[in-house]
């Protein structure tokens, strides 16, 4: 009775929210797209079950239960590297070869050309893009491989048998190497299927819907911490804190004024109009690539550490193979400290290579426009320059404390498991990812004259 009364109270006391997810839902076409993209990710979480073949289940449990690494890593993958599925990579692969297309179109002419060609020119980038993703996938499934199975010991490495390039072993090894390459590309054409017949942002709602599945059991392992009743409430206030700063911080933006000159023919003659708009300069125009660009850097030498060290060896080399493996430990606090830093240094590189390649000023001289009091051309490139950097500080650390405020929760609450719960990288993937998608289904509604989710 109490369900029928709500549902029979006027919309206008409804929640905002909740109407907006009815009017969404009253749609058709925009019913068809929400429920598109639930039924892709169910199929995307059943694809994260798929064991390649070759795989000891309990051998690869321990092997995660002894390495902190691993579940780190496996955060990211949604469960699917624990799983050892064929979905293991991710799309992570495609991300990472989009990142290098990205600084390639800025550095080579030719590439720089072909994006300034349109939609034939995002076509062949796109296209180059997924080419490249093959053996970036193929070179990261492999490094995977020899860490589970050499980096652990013998006892953890044997969760994974005869992986190698010769002999016996090579024919499993291209099974399961290609079996990583498959699933990492039908990842990506699911989510272009979300792009396209979903609510957009196919990839990222993948990565989202990864991460999301791995918390239930990232929860239940800290409430099953004993003792620590007020250590997880103060995580819980600080996950709801960095959660804000994330939503700040990603919607700050200066606002640039811009006047556009047109001349319009009426009546015969040449009448000249102005209008203004202004140019958004985000705070946080980095978004989560710095985090990734850092991580990824600083997981290469322990991983590679991992190989060299020899428990029954006191060699000069096994000795340094242990030092970096210890120093860029996730546990220690060098690790973190080169964290901040680099993610700084990566913001604002990104930062500019994004900006060099908008040609804002040349764009801007070509249509009409210019800021108001500074000249057309070099001038407002170098205004707009200063002032992109300016901010960029204010994101730069930003995303630097964010890097690090894992490391700083499990110090001040005690926590070991605060480094999971409160990953930097996972909350702005799905902070970000959360306001995407409202926007688009805002926009969607807005276009129907319906009150969208975001007020």
Known sequence: MVREAYAQRPESTRPALLQAVIDAMRIPDLRFRILFTLAMLVIFRFAAHVPVPGVDRDALAAAFDANPLLGFLDLFSGGALRNLSVAALGVYPYITASIIMQILTAVIPALKELSREGEFGRQKINQYTHWLTVPIALFQGYGQLTFLQGGLGSAQGGAIQGIGLGGDTLLPTIAIMFSFVAGTMFLVWLGELITEKGIGNGLSIIIFGGIVATLPQILGQGLLVRDQFFGLILLGVIGLAIVYLIVFFNEAQRRVPVQY???????GRMYRQAGATHIPLRVNSAGMIPLIFAFSILILPPTVAQYFIDPGSTSLFTRIASAIATTLSPTAVTYWVLVFLLVVVFAFFYTLV?????NLAENLQKNGGFVPGIRPGRPTHEYLFNVL??????????????????????????LQAATSILSSTSLLIMVGVALDTLRQLEAQLLMRNYEGFLR
């Open 261 to 267: 000159g047109r001349s319009v023919f009426r009546g």
């Open 354 to 358: 994004v900006f060099n390649q908008q």
């Open 389 to 414: 950097l300016r901010i960029t500080w204010g994101g730069a650390l930003f995303l630097g404390f964010v890097a690090v405020i894992p490391y700083l929760a499990g110090q001040v609450t005690n």
